[in-house]
């Protein structure tokens, strides 16, 4: 009985084998929900975390932009295609011309010197009939009221988004909703990184900024200040003289002076239009608790829509279904039309139903979903994403025969943008310094630091992360920059030898550590070791820390102690709004194609932990500020490339940063996405991407066919068990009680 038992058990374990091996020769290494291949959906990866900001006002952080210039509409937009980056109309009928006014009110011709101008009028005409997507702050009922305006305390029940809501509405955008998205700026609500900017320029926005205030304070008087709710602020009580409604559909924008960057503005999602029922609609109880805010789930006109929010995990967006399908280009760039970006010429977008970015914290796994195809695009906001491909191919020919195979081809170019070290001005040791004395020793001190520096080497240590060493804050493709030129050479930091930058010999910046009274990394009063914050933005993971360890020890030659202080952006973006960080890694993908877009960025009025701005140095320079001042009023020219000079050797001399490197551009896309023309600037594309869906299910399919060979093997080892186990059992039922095999038995 005990044998029979035995050879059963056997018998069963080698079927749950046999079943098991047919199970898994049916499964795959997906990511994906079963069918996600052959839909007209998009897959790629967002960096680390959600978007901090969603609302246009506040949003001004490159991983931001994965949603928020599909979502949002501003006036103007680049072409895609067209290089140099040419400005078009979006939410505008078209791109004008200010007009230009003496501080009489009289007309001005369009080539008058610009301090001869008072105001510059920008008339813009937007285009009738744009919808928003479906909301609920939209709804109304059969008498036109709102039907989610009025709600009280505990009526949200377990809604978490706005499709929790049963009815959503939608309305035409008009010009109104640009004004109140200016006036916006003076919030005392979020954060307004642009309102400094903006208060400069805009006509009566820093009195606005003043008035909101008060009227703020008024608002919140005798209510809890730490409580989530918040009445409603309504821009629309207050008018702004710098921004008009002529009309339903004519937006008039006042701005003092003449200021020829204001154009490119008006394509940043700072000027987006904001409905005011989407304000009215949040601010209502319990909102903000529930995370239902602008900042998390944005109301706008763009081709995609916000349909899904899971923090630090996921985003998803679905097409507009009120989107009025804007036609793909049909003109581009010689060899654009060889590379089939002509192909949709005209075709109404966008073609993409759905795109869904999911966070991920280490590079490994992300990578390895694109190698295998599970990410369509790596990173969707990032033009870098390629270069390690690109690395690996050369350092390879295995490598380089299998991205061939699957069609890798990513092309490398230069764009605009650059990373760079820096230092907090307000800080007491690396900053400016209270006296003559220690303004000396704190300069000499950073001047030492970006020489030793080895920019040159880290693109030799880190090859995937490489590019061209920065003499100073403009790279190539923004007119003004000297970039490769004996004249644009940082004589700080490097010589013109042979035809080439070479640097300084760390020599050099040990004589002028001792010269700032730091000989050997220590005070020469006190003894102490000097000992410096490394403020780094993102957490210590495996694939950063060499990288991080790579800027330790660059300080280390100096005999300077550097302390890493890893935090996740959020928490980094928290610290230099207080002032609390010391040495910092930064980078700038440049918004628009003009210096001022870069040098702005140590522009006193700026500073982050003075006034909110987007200089995160608090480089606060008289000098500097007035050059400033003089550049945002001069077009492309001789004057203009002056200015740019003289402000870029103040940069040098004073030392607020240790200019970096422009790194190299190769986008990781699939071959099956079509379409794809990367770069910084143009932060929409979204729209213009199509997905060849057929191509993609088969490659996906082929590039993850299963190793069967080895569930034959268990295969065949399970039949072999229930063969065995099944004769085994036959011989037992012929054994007689002594055992013996009924057919082998004596006869009687």
């Not at 940082?490 to 640097?503: C, Q």
Request: proline share 7%.
């Amino acid at each position: 009985m005990q044998v029979l038992r035995g050879l059963a058990a056997t018998a069963r374990c080698a079927a749950a084998a046999l079943a098991a091996t047919l199970a898994l020769s049916a499964c795959n290494n997906s990511p994906w929900n079963q069918g996600d291949e052959g839909r007209n959906l998009v897959y790629s990866a967002m960096i680390e975390n959600t978007p901090r900001h969603l609302d246009p006002t506040a949003s001004y952080w490159s991983n931001d932009t994965a949603v928020t210039y599909q979502v949002y509409e501003p006036l103007y937009g680049y072409h895609y295609l067209k290089r140099p980056f040419t400005l078009v109309p979006k939410t505008a009928a078209e791109v004008v011309q200010p007009k230009y006014l003496d501080k009489d009110g009289r007309p001005l011709p369009d080539d008058v010197p610009g301090e001869q101008v008072a105001v510059s009028v920008y008339d813009v005409p937007i285009k009738p009939g744009i919808l928003y997507a479906p909301h609920p702050a939209f709804a109304r009922n059969a008498q036109g009221e709102y039907l989610y305006h009025q709600m009280r305390a505990g009526e949200l029940g377990d809604k978490r988004s706005p499709w929790d809501f049963a009815e959503r509405g939608t309305r035409e955008l008009v010009a109104e909703d640009f004004v109140y998205a200016i006036k916006r700026h003076a919030t005392t609500r979020i954060t307004a990184p642009i309102y400094g900017v903006f208060a400069e320029y805009v006509q009566g926005l820093q009195e606005y900024g003043e008035l909101i205030k008060r009227e703020d304070a008024k608002l919140r008087q005798g209510l809890d200040p730490s409580s989530l709710d918040k009445p409603l602020l309504d821009f629309r009580r207050w008018p702004l003289e710098g921004a008009q409604a002529l009309d339903k559909h004519t937006l008039r924008i006042k701005i003092r002076g003449k200021y020829p960057q204001w154009k490119y503005w008006m394509q940043m999602t700072f000027l987006a239009p904001v409905p005011w029922e989407a304000d009215a609609f949040y601010a209502q109880p319990g909102m903000a608790e529930r995370g239902l805010t602008l900042d998390v789930w944005p109301v706008g006109t763009g081709p995609y829509m916000m349909t899904e929010y899971a923090k630090d995990r996921r985003i998803v967006m679905e097409k507009n279904p009120n989107y009025r399908g804007e036609p793909y280009p049909c003109e581009g760039m010689p060899g654009d039309e060889e590379k089939g970006l002509l192909a949709d010429c005209g075709k109404p977008t966008p073609f993409i139903d759905k795109i869904v970015l999911t966070v991920e914290r280490e590079a490994t796994p992300q990578r390895n979903k694109f190698r295998d195809g599970y990410y369509d695009l790596e990173v969707f906001e990032r033009t870098d994403t390629g270069k390690s491909y690109l690395v690996e191919a050369d350092d390879s020919d295995e490598v380089r025969a299998q991205y061939k195979a699957k069609g890798f081809d990513f092309e490398q170019y230069s764009d605009v943008n650059s990373y760079w070290i820096s230092f907090n001005m307000l800080d007491p040791v690396i900053g400016w310094g209270e006296t003559a004395e220690q303004r000396k020793r704190n300069r000499l001190l950073r001047q030492a630091i970006t020489i030793a520096i080895d920019w040159e080497e880290y693109s030799k240590v880190f090859p995937k992360k490489a590019g061209e060493t920065a003499q100073g804050l403009l790279p190539q493709g923004i007119p003004g920059s000297r970039e490769g030129t004996p004249e644009g050479v940082n004589p700080v930091t490097h010589r013109w030898v042979d035809g080439r930058a070479v640097r300084r010999p760390i020599e050099d910046a040990r004589r002028m550590m001792v010269e700032a009274g730091y000989p050997d990394g220590r005070d020469a009063k006190t003894g102490r070791p000097l000992v410096l914050n490394y403020d780094y933005y993102a957490p210590a993971s495996p694939e950063r820390k060499p990288e991080i360890d790579w800027v330790v020890k660059q300080f280390a030659k100096l005999g300077i102690q550097l302390e890493v202080r890893a935090t996740d952006n959020n928490q980094f973006q928290d610290k230099v709004r207080k002032g609390k960080h010391q040495v910092f890694w930064l980078g700038w993908n440049a918004d628009y194609p003009d210096a001022e877009n870069f040098l702005f960025l140590f522009y006193g009025p700026n500073a982050k932990s003075v006034s909110d701005g987007e200089n995160t140095a608090n480089y606060i320079s008289p000098e500097f500020d007035k050059l400033f001042a003089k550049l945002k009023n001069l077009d492309d020219g001789p004057e203009k490339q002056r200015v740019i000079d003289e402000m870029t050797r103040l940069l040098r001399e004073d030392a607020p940063l240790t200019f970096g490197f422009y790194p190299y551009a190769s986008a990781a896309v699939q071959g099956w996405i079509k379409n794809s023309k990367p770069a910084i600037l143009v932060r929409d594309h979204a729209r213009y991407l199509r997905l060849d869906a057929e191509q993609r299910a088969s490659q996906v399919r082929r590039w993850n066919e299963p190793v069967l060979w080895p569930l034959a093997v268990l295969a065949l080892l399970g039949g072999g068990a229930v063969w065995l186990a099944r004769r085994a059992l036959q011989r037992r039922e012929r054994l007689d009680a002594r055992g013996r095999l009924v057919d082998d038995a004596p006869a009687s």
